[in-house]
């Protein structure tokens, strides 16, 4: 295992926490020292969402949803967990006569959306709730395996969650997919990131040279997790379990899979792992 690796397991998730704010924040300084902040962005301290490359991963994944999705300009979309906006942003280029819904667990980053994206586009809605989860919101108070999507029936015709059943557990994941199917049409697109484990990602976890390293089951043998006390910080499940779930939750039709390198595979797409379905009809 690289220094990089050891380190990134050997400090307390808080530590790195804080430790990512301090060099974001210095960032931030030197920026706006020299002036040359984003325009439309949020400031680098505020990014609490993982990669430090906001602009380029949110870029991607709009391509992504165009060309593996098929996503269309007035499409009515939700985003799962919305962070603070990396795929909002961009996505206001492409939704002119369309929707996006977004909702996620941390009040900084709705409250910047709303600021910020939904001012100027008023065709962009973004929502908290204050679902508990260990490594994002620690005193949230309801548990999202019980979580109903504040939506109505059908009403979507693309429902994204990009990074976020990374950090959800098995009873919540399946919760929000039962949610999915309910919120999407019949025949609407469901676009997800996973960190999806089968026999090439299990052989390079224990070789040591996967990025993740998911050596505690959660609870039998399908969900693996790499912080020993917070299995939120990063989790991954069994490539089987996950197809499973998405067929009892009639959203299978059409799956395809474009895996990613964090397990450092041969062939890879983007970093996370891209399921790409469709509920129903
Ligand atoms: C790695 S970030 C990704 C954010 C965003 N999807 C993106 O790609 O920029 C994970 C996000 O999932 C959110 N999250 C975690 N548990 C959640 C839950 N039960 N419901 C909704 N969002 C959740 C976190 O607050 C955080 O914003």
Not at 81 to 110: H, M, N, Q, V, W
Request: net charge positive; aromatic share 16%; charged share 25%.
């Amino acid at each position: 295992m690289n220094f990089k690796k050891k380190l990134k397991y050997i400090l307390p998730v808080s530590a790195k926490k804080t430790l990512k704010y301090l060099f974001y924040l210095a960032q931030d300084i030197i920026f706006y020292i020299k002036g040359s902040q984003m325009e439309g962005y949020p400031p680098k301290r505020l990014n609490f969402v993982g990669s430090s490359e906001f602009k380029k991963v949110g870029n991607e994944f709009v391509k992504y949803f165009k060309e593996l999705g098929n996503l269309k300009s007035n499409d009515v979309v939700l985003d799962i967990g919305c962070g603070i906006g990396r795929i909002a942003i961009p996505s206001t280029k492409y939704l002119t006569d369309g929707e996006l819904y977004g909702f996620d667990i941390d009040k900084r980053g709705i409250k910047w959306c709303k600021k910020n994206i939904s001012k100027k586009f008023s065709n962009f809605h973004f929502q908290y709730v204050d679902i508990f989860n260990k490594y994002y919101n620690k005193k949230g108070k309801i548990h999202a395996d019980k979580f109903s999507f504040p939506y109505k029936n059908n009403k979507f015709d693309f429902i994204f969650a990009t990074s976020v059943f990374t950090h959800m557990l098995p009873k919540q994941i399946n919760q929000y997919l039962s949610e999915i199917k309910r919120v999407l049409k019949p025949g609407g697109k469901c676009f997800l990131t996973w960190f999806s484990i089968d026999e090439e990602v299990q052989e390079n976890i224990n070789k040591h040279v996967s990025n993740c390293n998911f050596i505690y089951p959660y609870e039998g043998n399908f969900a693996f997790y790499s912080h020993k006390n917070v299995p939120e910080a990063e989790i991954g499940y069994m490539e089987n379990w996950i197809i499973e779930q998405l067929r009892k939750f009639d959203c299978c039709e059409n799956l395809k899979i474009h895996h990613g390198n964090w397990s450092n595979r041969k062939e890879s797409l983007s970093y996370q792992d891209i399921f790409v379905s469709e509920k129903k009809k």
